[in-house]
C-alpha cells in the first residue's frame, strides 16, 4: 500500500509537471501578445510593459523563472487586473465555484445512488424505464440547454427563482440542478448496471438460500460491491463539479473561477490562463490519486501495484 501511494504521488507530481510546461508553451507560441488589446497603446509602452512582466527575457529563463514561482504557488501577477496576483484572484473565486460544486456533488450521491440501486431492483418495470429515461436525457441534454429551460421556466415565465447571482440560497437551485443533472444521470446507470452484475453473483443468490432478508443482501452485501465503479468516476467528477462548469457559471452570472478564465482568454491574460489550468489540472490529479486510495480501502481484495 505504501509503496503504491508513493509511486502515484511521483506520477502526479510528473503529470503536473507536464501540464504546467505544455501550458507554458502554448501560451508562448500563440500568435500576438498580452497587450494588442490594449487602446493606442505606443511601441515604446509595449516594451515597458513587456519588461514589467519579464515578457522581453529568453524563453528558457522565463520557464524557469515560471515554474520555480509555481512551485512555491506564485503564478505571477495578472496582466489585465493591475495589481492583483494569479493565486489572489484564484483564493477569491474558487470558494464560489466550490460551494456551488460541493452541493452538487452531495446531490449527485444523494440521488444518483438510490435510483441506480432501485432501478435495478425494479429491473423490467416501469420504474426501471422511467429511471432509464430519465437518466438517457441528463447525459444527453448540454448542459447549457438545461440552463437556458430553467431559467425560461422558473425565472421567465413564473418568475419564481432569481437568474443571476449568488445572493440567496434560491440563487443556487438552478445552478445546482444544472450542475448536477449530468453526475446523477451517469451515476444511475453506473449503479444499475453494477448492481444487476452484482446481483447475479454466486455469493448473492447463497445468501439469498440461507435466508438472508432481501434488505440486508441488497444494502450490506450487494451495493458494498456494485458502489465501486461510483467511487472510479468520483475522482474527475467531484473536481469537474467543485472547479464549476464554466457554461454554468457564464449563463447565471456566478462570480466564480469559470468566469474569470473565459475572461482571461478573451483579454489574453496569459498568466491567468496558466496559472488557472495548472491549479485546476492538480486539483484533478490529486482527486484522482485520493480516489484510487479510496478504492483499496473500500474493497480490501483489491492488489495495487
Not at 435510483?115 to 437518466?135: E, M, N
Not at 498568466?271 to 484533478?284: H, K, N, S, V
Request: hydrophobic share 50%; glycine share 8%; proline share 5%.
Amino acid at each position: 500500500m505504501g509503496k503504491y501511494i508513493t509511486k502515484r504521488i511521483i506520477l502526479a507530481i510528473v503529470t503536473i509537471w507536464a501540464v504546467a510546461t505544455i501550458t507554458f508553451c502554448l501560451m508562448n507560441l500563440v500568435p500576438g501578445g498580452p497587450f494588442l488589446s490594449e487602446k493606442a497603446i505606443s511601441p515604446a509602452a509595449t516594451e515597458a510593459l513587456e519588461a514589467k512582466y519579464g515578457l522581453d527575457k529568453p524563453f528558457y529563463e522565463r520557464y524557469l523563472t515560471y515554474i520555480s514561482g509555481a512551485l512555491h504557488g506564485d503564478f505571477g501577477d495578472s496582466l489585465k487586473q493591475r495589481g492583483r496576483t494569479v493565486m489572489d484572484i484564484i483564493s477569491s473565486k474558487f470558494p464560489v465555484s466550490a460551494k456551488v460544486g460541493g452541493i452538487a456533488v452531495l446531490m449527485s450521491l444523494l440521488l444518483g445512488i438510490p435510483l441506480g440501486v432501485l432501478a435495478a431492483y425494479k429491473r423490467g418495470t416501469w420504474v426501471d424505464s422511467l429511471f432509464s429515461v430519465i437518466a438517457t436525457c441528463g447525459i444527453a441534454v448540454p448542459s447549457f440547454v438545461i440552463c437556458t429551460l430553467l431559467m425560461y421556466a422558473f425565472g421567465v415565465k413564473m418568475k419564481i427563482l432569481p437568474t443571476l447571482g449568488l445572493t440567496s440560497w434560491q440563487n443556487y437551485l438552478m445552478p445546482v440542478f444544472a450542475l448536477s443533472a449530468y453526475p446523477t444521470s451517469y451515476i444511475m446507470r453506473l449503479m444499475r448496471s453494477s448492481m444487476l452484475d452484482v446481483l447475479g453473483q454466486d455469493y448473492m443468490r447463497t445468501a439469498k438460500a440461507k435466508g438472508v432478508s432481501q434488505k440486508v443482501a441488497l444494502f450490506k452485501h450487494a451495493l458494498r460491491n456494485a458502489i465501486l465503479p461510483v467511487i472510479t468516476y468520483l475522482g474527475p467528477m467531484i473536481a469537474y463539479t467543485l472547479t464549476g462548469s464554466f457554461i454554468v457559471e457564464k449563463i447565471f452570472t456566478i462570480p466564480g473561477l469559470g468566469g474569470e478564465f473565459i475572461k482571461a482568454i478573451n483579454g489574453r491574460d496569459y498568466t491567468m490562463i496558466m496559472g488557472t489550468t495548472i491549479f485546476l489540472a492538480t486539483f484533478m490529479i490529486i482527486m484522482n490519486v485520493i480516489v484510487d486510495i479510496v478504492y483499496k480501502i473500500v474493497d480490501p481484495r483489491i492488489t495495487l501495484k
